[in-house]
């Protein structure tokens, strides 16, 4: 990770080894943060496996939190979508007896 | 609270419910097809992250579940995470597959490389969560990263055929080569670390080479982890896909002979005929089973009484394992590599100090 900006409201964050799989899904929930302004990836070169996050945050805030906050909101929506999932499965093996 | 609110501006707000949660199919082009619902773009409507509104409406549905095969519904989620899950099934859950292959004997007229390319697209049955990932550099291999198999197989000419035949089945033995010729080779401490284990590719009938009499293979080969990002061979599905949830509503009543003709525009069991007073009348049965050819967007009678489209965040996932890991599991694993992922950065930003 590396961070890169004129002032701590916006950075562009250098992701190494990822791709639109994690770039995609955080970008997504970067955005739902109304604290946030702009919020982007692209990836520089296909041939690098390398992606430039970029995030605008409105305000005096500095842009690491939405990054931050982002990353947990992913892991508890990740979190949650498994214990469902598991639940279900247990639930349906279990009717099926 | 529902606020009363007038009829235009109930239309409004029907056209903002459908910019926001369906995926229209036009005749000629898809529209709406990017999720807005970020805060700030529509008012009145709350649109920032919130982890309770997002369990109350988030739901999965396991539909069928046979050998292999996982078809299951993730309703309320958006389409970066559906796909994230979906790209991790095909390219980042680790597998063991055979990675180097030492020949010792090959006189079979299958050239080395080609016969090393088909040894490593034959899955394997081992729970890669038993391995470490082999360390870079390493040519040798330790028990705790490798699996080793040898597949040493000899052709010969079968004494007892009849003179006249000419099937190579009474005429050769081992003519044919197969994965279940293929056995564990324990490395190190390997049968005391897997007693019951029994290492071998998932499928027995996989025809690696056709023999001659005279003609030898005898190979030696180390399985590795690795991930489908590699090398496709690691890849644990079969294939793993998404589709959204069709959504079909007819405009207008459709009666008799347009009826019929609607109902042979999609698939089977989407549109049903009911005879309502003496007329057949079409009602969408069953949405789900429809694979959207279009077919009524090239009859200029139908074409303007249906409304193609899907439901924005309801995702039919189905998951096709290659035996080596039942589709349950992997979804699990996936998920589980996303929240390693996330907590890979959580882990960076907290110890580098951001300048």
Known sequence: ?97 | LPVPLSVAAMAAKRGTDEMRDRVVLGEFGVRNVHTTDFPGNYPGYEDAWDQRRFEEAFRVDVIREEEGVLEFDMVGIDAAIANAFRRILLAEVPTMAVEKVFVYNNTSIVQDEILAHRLGLIPIKADPRLFEYRNQGDEEGTEIDTLQFQLKIKCSRNPQAAKESSDPNELYFNHKVYSKHMTWVPLGNQTDLFPEADFRPVHDDILIALLRPGQEIDVLMHCVKGVGKDHAKFSPVATASYRLLPDITLLQPVEDEAAEKLQKCFSPGVIEIQNIKGKKVARVANARLDTFSREVFRHEGLKNLVRLARVRNHYIFSVESTGILPPDVLVSEAIKILMGKCQRFLNELDSVPME
Request: proline share 4%.
């Open chain 1, 1 to 97: 990770v590396q961070a890169d900006g004129t002032d701590g409201n916006c950075v562009t964050f250098v992701l190494h080894d990822e791709d639109h799989t994690l770039g995609n899904s955080l970008r997504y929930m970067v955005m739902k943060n109304p604290d946030v302004e702009f919020c982007g990836y692209c990836i520089t070169h296909p041939s690098e496996s390398k992606i430039n996050f970029r995030i605008q945050t409105r305000g005096t805030l500095p842009a690491v939190e939405p990054f931050r906050k982002g990353l947990t909101d992913l892991m508890g929506v990740c979190q949650h979508v498994l214990n469902t999932f598991e639940v279900r499965l247990l639930l349906k093996s279990s009717a099926a007896f």
